[in-house]
């Protein structure tokens, strides 16, 4: 079955700091990878996908992620964050050519200080 | 207007009441799934149904039930509510069809708290 870990919880930086969040997901053929933001009070928003080609997605507001198949991961990262940045983010799989169904990982809380 | 509207926003219910949450789409996607949020343990899947006429349990079925009336409907309900239902509830639609709009579209959610 497949399923993505997401190893940490909650994480605090300053305004400006370089943010890296970690997705590890388990699934061994073709996966189309995602990651969710959740800002606070609202619903789940796309801020990027992975589907094939380039391994490096850029997506929303300076996000990217990188899609390294040999560690089974997909970090999240933004060379400097802003407050606005506040939210839960969720890292997710989807396995196989069609959308059945995403897997979601357990979320990240970034916090940022200003 | 929202492309996924759910109904209600909020809710409180005791335990032992049936309730049914709504959600409606106007994005035209066959495919429809319920998760639940909880903290900690991120989305879980509920059910999810590709189209009128199919419906598949997710991963936390047990205690809830669904209804696809029409394409654009799906209705989730909670037979006898007991407090470890709480949680904020999400519907979402999908369109594998569509590349450019893989992934999900998720509604605003609905926040149920059991007594």
């Known amino acids: 079955a497949q399923s993505v870990s997401q190893h940490n919880h909650h994480v605090i930086l300053s305004e400006a700091a370089s943010l890296e969040l970690g997705c590890n997901y388990s699934y061994g053929g073709t996966v189309n990878l995602f990651w969710y933001v959740q800002y606070p009070g609202q619903h789940l928003q796309l801020l990027l996908k992975?589907?094939?080609?380039?391994?490096l997605v850029k997506g929303i507001k300076g996000f990217e992620a990188e899609f390294i198949k040999s560690k089974f991961s997909f970090n999240l990262r933004k060379p400097s964050v802003q407050w606005s940045d506040t939210a839960e983010y969720f890292c997710?799989?989807?396995?196989?050519?069609?959308?059945?169904?995403?897997?979601f990982g357990s979320g990240t809380r970034l916090s940022i200080r200003p | 207007d929202a492309d996924v509207t759910q109904t209600p926003r909020n809710r409180i219910t005791k335990t032992g009441k049936r309730i049914m949450l709504e959600c409606s789409q106007t994005k035209g996607h066959d495919r429809m799934y319920w998760y639940r949020q909880d903290p900690g343990l991120g989305l879980r899947l509920i059910y999810y149904?590709?189209?009128?006429?199919?419906?598949n349990k997710g991963e936390i079925s047990d205690g809830y039930s669904v209804s696809r009336q029409a394409q654009a409907k799906f209705s989730l309900s909670l037979e006898s509510a007991i407090p470890n239902q709480t949680a904020l509830y999400f519907c979402a639609t999908s369109d594998p069809k569509n590349r450019d709009n893989y992934g999900y579209t998720f509604g605003s959610g609905t926040r149920l708290t059991v007594v």
């Open positions: 997710a799989v989807n396995a196989g050519s069609s959308a059945s169904k995403i897997i």
């Open positions: 149904s590709f189209d009128v006429k199919d419906i």
């Open positions: 992975y589907f094939s080609g380039d391994p």
